[in-house]
């Protein structure tokens, strides 16, 4: 793959995470029309684990989004990662965004990821996790689905979105958006974002607080936190948006949100 370099980014420095102390690897998960291809981390001989259901980018369930799972597994949670648009084609064969967006992901439509993820949450329930404490996480077009399943499953325990977008989705499937589901969340979300986002408008952004603090329980306990120098994918370290600081930020205050909530 090969993306632009936006201005004031780093050089990427891919982490890779061992697997000492976890058990991991890919499997099919059993889905409707499946089964389809996954991937699960967890601390090693560890029972009743907390579920963190982990959402690709665009780019499909690929090394980066497996090292997010073992880093998830080494802070002691159960990590799955499906590849929810694999009926619809192979992310990993595109190199141009906007055509990997209208061939491949503006075919996906939002019931195909929730049962996808309903699933995930059931074969980590019958491997040693607990489907009373579900937390999800997701990464660009898996920062809006992080939203939109934090209102669509009620054992969902915690959310945190990264640079999800807020006021639309990819392509004509989408029927509804970010911010039409505050008033429907079933756990408290973590809305992570960079400030110099041009795919997320920073009105966006303000627009959600203020739904999210006139939202039901879950909204109101919800947070927003903006990286003013960040831009969009600065958690992905393969990538030269990459933003350390603010990467290493975020990651410290989504183990924080797991651990309160979970």
Not at 132 to 153: K, Q
Not at 155 to 177: E, F, M, N, Q
Request: proline share 5%.
């Amino acid at each position: 793959m090969s993306f632009s370099t936006a201005a004031g980014n780093v050089a990427p420095t891919v982490i890779h995470t061992d697997t000492q102390g976890l058990v991991h690897g890919d499997f099919q998960l059993p889905v409707t029309g499946g089964p389809i291809d996954a991937y699960y981390a967890a601390p090693e001989g560890k029972r009743d684990l907390p579920i963190v259901l982990v959402i690709q980018e665009i780019f499909g369930v690929h090394e980066h989004i497996k090292d997010i799972c073992r880093r998830v597994a080494k802070a002691g949670y159960l990590a799955v990662a499906c590849d929810l648009y694999q009926r619809q084609g192979d992310a990993s064969s595109y190199t141009d965004i906007p055509k990997l967006i209208s061939e491949l992901v503006s075919k996906v439509p939002d019931e195909q990821v929730f049962g996808d993820l309903d699933a995930s949450v059931a074969w980590a329930a019958a491997n040693g996790g607990d489907p009373r404490r579900v937390a999800v996480t997701g990464f660009c077009w898996g920062g809006r689905l992080t939203w939109m399943y934090a209102a669509h499953n009620p054992d969902v325990k915690a959310g945190v979105a990264w640079y999800g977008k807020l006021s639309v989705g990819h392509g004509p499937l989408i029927k509804r958006v970010a911010l039409d589901v505050t008033n429907e969340l079933h756990g408290p979300v973590l809305g992570l974002y960079g400030g110099r986002d041009a795919s997320i408008p920073l009105s966006d952004v303000e627009a959600m607080k203020t739904k999210l603090a006139a939202g039901n329980a879950a909204a109101k306990q919800s947070d927003i936190v903006v990286y003013p120098e960040a831009d969009h994918a600065f958690l992905a370290d393969y990538r030269a948006s990459y933003h350390p600081e603010a990467a290493k930020d975020g990651w410290a205050r989504m183990l924080e949100w797991f651990k309160r909530y979970l």
